[in-house]
């Protein structure tokens, strides 16, 4: 299980809770609906879905990508 520390952090690296919220709901869905687990599972004690998508988010395994919209939007902001 994930500590407060941690999750501060990962938060601040992803740019917020919110942020990183969003992306372990986006990676449970995947997972739920068939996607491969892209870290190794422990065999002994049986992992649910949600310690999956995190551990793979705290390992680096899955992040945001910035959207073209992301990117635009961020480049007006630097002319204005």
């Known amino acids: 299980m994930i500590r407060k520390q941690e ?4 938060s601040k690296r992803m740019g917020g809770r919110f942020k990183m ?6 990676r449970i869905q995947e997972l739920v609906r068939g996607a491969n687990p ?4 422990d ?23 910035p959207s073209a919209e992301d990117e635009e939007s ?3 902001k630097k002319k204005d």
Do not use: M, N, P
């Open 7 to 10: 999750i501060d952090a990962l």
């Open 21 to 26: 919220t969003v992306l372990i709901q986006k």
């Open 38 to 41: 892209l870290i190794a599972l």
């Open 43 to 65: 065999k002994e004690r049986k992992q649910s879905i949600i310690d999956i998508a995190v551990e793979e988010v705290v390992q680096g395994k899955v992040y945001f990508e």
């Open 74 to 76: 961020k480049t007006k």
